[in-house]
């Protein structure tokens, strides 16, 4: 009888380097795919919260003087003049593709918002009536971040501010 001696080569066969391959390639795909959309994600968070902190601080500020002064003016819809009780006049003006900027009579300016976001939209508007009957003034503003051309289209923010507000020193 003869003995039949099987020998056992080293190594893969093609069908198993063919299979890890494809996993792999499976593996990869799926990594790279989900690193983009988290990388896509965080500069967008970023971009938003800048926008919408400069958006917020400018509102708040035009709210605070304002809310607080004994006469308001509103010029045209892009600029309101508000006077306080210490005879300072504060004004508020829209710079479209710019920003927020205001002056008062004390001698400060500036910006209200900084250089990452522009101004895309821009309204003051005392309320129906006049602020004489009503007392109240409408701010409402758009800020995109700077440079917004050059940013990918999934990276873009583009954030609506709109606020009602009522003056306290105001006899009804």
């Given at each position: 009888?003869?003995?039949?001696?099987?020998?056992?080569?080293?190594?893969?066969?093609?069908?198993?380097t063919?299979?890890?391959?494809?996993?792999?390639a499976?593996?990869?795909t799926?990594?790279?795919?989900?690193?983009?959309?988290?990388?896509?994600?965080?500069?967008?968070?970023?971009?938003v919260?800048a926008?919408?902190?400069?958006?917020?601080?400018?509102l708040?500020?035009?709210?605070?003087?304002i809310?607080?002064a004994k006469?308001?003016v509103?010029?045209g819809g892009?600029?309101?003049?508000?006077?306080?009780?210490?005879?300072?006049?504060?004004?508020f003006?829209?710079?479209?593709?710019?920003?927020?900027?205001?002056?008062?009579?004390?001698?400060?300016?500036?910006?209200?918002?900084?250089?990452?976001?522009?101004?895309t939209?821009?309204?003051?508007?005392c309320?129906p009536?006049?602020?004489?009957?009503?007392?109240?003034?409408k701010?409402?503003?758009?800020?995109?971040?700077a440079?917004?051309?050059t940013?990918?289209?999934?990276?873009?923010?583009e954030?609506?501010f709109?606020s009602?507000?009522t003056?306290?020193?105001f006899?009804?």
């Open positions: 009888m003869k003995k039949i001696a099987l020998r056992i080569k080293p190594g893969f066969t093609l069908i198993e063919v299979v890890t391959l494809a996993a792999l499976v593996l990869v799926v990594t790279v795919s989900t690193f983009l959309t988290v990388m896509t994600k965080s500069t967008k968070v970023k971009v919260k926008v919408e902190g400069d958006g917020n601080y400018a708040a500020v035009m709210e605070q003087k809310r607080g006469e308001v509103c010029n892009t600029e309101i003049e508000a006077t306080g009780f210490d005879d300072e006049t504060t004004t003006s829209c710079l479209l593709g710019s920003g927020i900027s205001f002056s008062s009579t004390g001698g400060e300016s500036g910006n209200l918002t900084s250089i990452e976001s522009q101004l939209a821009c309204l003051f508007e309320a009536g006049g602020i004489e009957k009503s007392g109240q003034v701010i409402s503003f758009s800020l995109v971040q440079n917004a051309s940013t990918r289209v999934e990276e873009q923010a954030i609506d709109e009602l507000i003056l306290r020193n006899d009804y």
